[in-house]
């Protein structure tokens, strides 16, 4: 069954209106470009959900603005080198915080009928942002193995 129409059919109805019927946004704490399985699934998803019609946005840690980079920045020359550990921590942590604020900018700009997180940092932010703004945009989470 659709998450967006309702549509029990696995077949792409045929869309006859040019504008969009729905919004999605796909959370990541990922790079918006790479190599790696995570990249390839979300790229393929964006595509797929634009070509049925469905206005799709990645949100990520990247597309919360310049002022994050140093913080990234410092895991990698001086936390991980040091203790992977903490690097790890590190990153999970401030991507979170930058990728929260990308979704509440994003949602704050339009809503949005749902948010199809990449990995549980992900679905922990968009649940965040859903209970401080008060919407009730669904929440769905891919798992990646």
Not at 111 to 132: D, F
């Amino acid at each position: 069954m659709s998450l967006f129409t309702g549509e029990t059919s696995l077949s792409t109805p045929e869309v006859q209106c040019s504008a969009p019927s729905a919004r999605v946004i796909v959370a990541t704490i990922e790079r918006p470009q790479g190599d790696t399985g995570v990249h390839a699934h979300t790229n393929a998803l964006l595509e797929g959900l634009r070509a049925a019609n469905i206005e799709a946005e990645l949100a990520n840690p990247f597309t919360a603005g310049p002022k994050w980079l140093p913080l990234f920045a410092v895991r990698k020359l001086i936390l991980k080198p040091v203790n992977k550990e903490w690097s790890l921590r590190w990153y999970r942590h401030w991507h979170y915080a930058a990728l929260r604020e990308s979704l509440m900018r994003s949602l704050l700009r339009r809503p949005a009928e749902a948010v199809i997180a990449q990995c549980p940092v992900s679905a922990r932010a968009a649940l965040e942002v859903r209970r401080m703004l008060r919407m009730n945009f669904k929440i769905a989470m891919v798992c990646h193995f």
